[in-house]
């Protein structure tokens, strides 16, 4: 997992230049600017060995990965923003290769621009809204003022569901209860910069009913007594509050009821949480010795390396401590696509991978 360290500001894409936001194309304030919601099967520097377990219909159809794509028709300039984890297995996996006493995390992220863009790295796109390049230039301040935001990748999601939640769907679909514990990955990025668009005046109200990805971590136990915290907020920007009160309180990640464990400095960690992740890489990684034919016969050979219980990053020197369910139907780690269109608050999700 280790030996594909992080290429960020060298990697050279076919026909496209990685630059961080310091370096975004500069447009004219007259210019019409429109502003897409791209998916991606991974990012551009998912491992190889990753990317060929998944499969071919995987990396063909199937979408983890967001980002915005930005197309000035004026000049015709076209060029795509993401948050990435610089290095990729290290947003699940810290670093543990040399013994307890260097244990650290590897989950640094930051915001990229590759310019121009590249179609084949993205699988499908939407339209958000058609704007000006005076929207464009708030937009780029905005990335630049709050760099220190979009530091840290956070994968998984923790989620309750039962058995009888799973077995009532006739549909086909899945409707998972509670979340306890959100992520902060690419999608959480663009549902922030959407929400900074309508901020900035930009017409968003169309941009509805998109479906999203997540990486699941089903739990046992109900940690978020009340109601569920959303997680695609694009889905009701009718709501965001100008002053972005509402968007601190949907994106506040405090969980108090789930259990840290947390140890005196980044030195010194835990010996449980360091030798639960050791387990967990090695299990991953043989996981991957022998080549899935799909993606979810991939997630089905991982799910062997989950017990009763998993750890969460948190902070540099704490993680939560998450009871796992196994269910009959849906276990640890689970990926899926979800999209809020139920009255009472839950998530619909579909299993499609």
């Known amino acids: 997992f280790y030996l594909i360290i992080n290429l960020l500001y060298i990697l050279i894409l076919i026909n496209g230049n990685v630059y961080t936001i310091y370096d975004m194309p500069v447009l004219s304030s007259s210019d019409t600017v429109q ?3 791209l998916e991606a099967s991974f990012p551009y520097n998912v491992p190889s060995n990753i990317q060929q377990a998944a499969g071919s219909a995987f990396n063909e159809y199937s979408t983890t990965h967001a980002g915005l794509g930005i197309w000035d028709t004026t000049t015709d300039v076209k060029f795509s923003i993401e948050y990435i984890s610089n290095n990729y297995t290290g947003a699940l996996f810290p ?5 307890i006493n260097n244990f650290r995390w590897l989950n640094q992220a930051s915001i990229v621009v590759t310019n121009p863009l590249v179609e084949n790295n993205w699988v499908n796109s939407r339209l958000i809204v058609a704007t000006s390049g005076i929207a464009y230039s ?3 301040s905005y990335l630049q003022d709050n760099v220190n935001d979009f530091t840290v990748y956070q994968p998984v999601t923790v989620t309750y569901v039962t058995d009888s939640q799973v077995k009532n769907e006739t549909d086909g679909s899945t409707v998972l209860g509670l979340v306890s514990l959100q992520p902060f990955n690419s999608y959480t990025a663009v549902d922030i910069w959407v929400n900074q668009l309508a901020s900035f005046g930009c017409s968003t109200e169309a941009f509805l009913q998109v479906y999203s990805s997540a990486f699941y971590y089903i739990s046992s136990i109900n940690y978020q007594s009340e109601s569920s915290r959303r997680l695609d907020v694009m889905l009701q920007l009718e709501s965001f509050s100008s002053n972005g009160d509402d968007l601190i309180d949907i994106l506040d990640n405090t969980v108090a009821n789930i259990p840290v464990v947390s140890w005196a400095d980044s030195l010194i960690v ?3 949480v ?3 992740y050791v387990n967990l890489q090695q299990c991953y990684e043989n996981s991957l010795s022998t ?3 799909s ?4 997630l089905v050979s991982v799910q062997r390396c989950y017990g009763d219980y998993a750890y969460v990053y948190n902070t540099p020197t704490s993680v939560y401590n998450v009871s796992l369910a196994n269910l009959s139907d849906i276990s640890t780690p689970y990926l899926g696509r979800y999209i809020y269109n139920l009255p009472d608050g839950r998530y619909h999700y579909t299993t499609i991978y």
């Open 95 to 99: 670093y543990t290769q040399g013994g």
């Open 295 to 298: 993606a979810s016969e991939y």
């Open 138 to 140: 708030d937009f780029v």
């Open 274 to 276: 360091y030798q639960w």
């Open 35 to 37: 502003f897409y919601y």
């Open 291 to 293: 080549p899935a034919n």
């Open 270 to 272: 835990n010996p449980l």
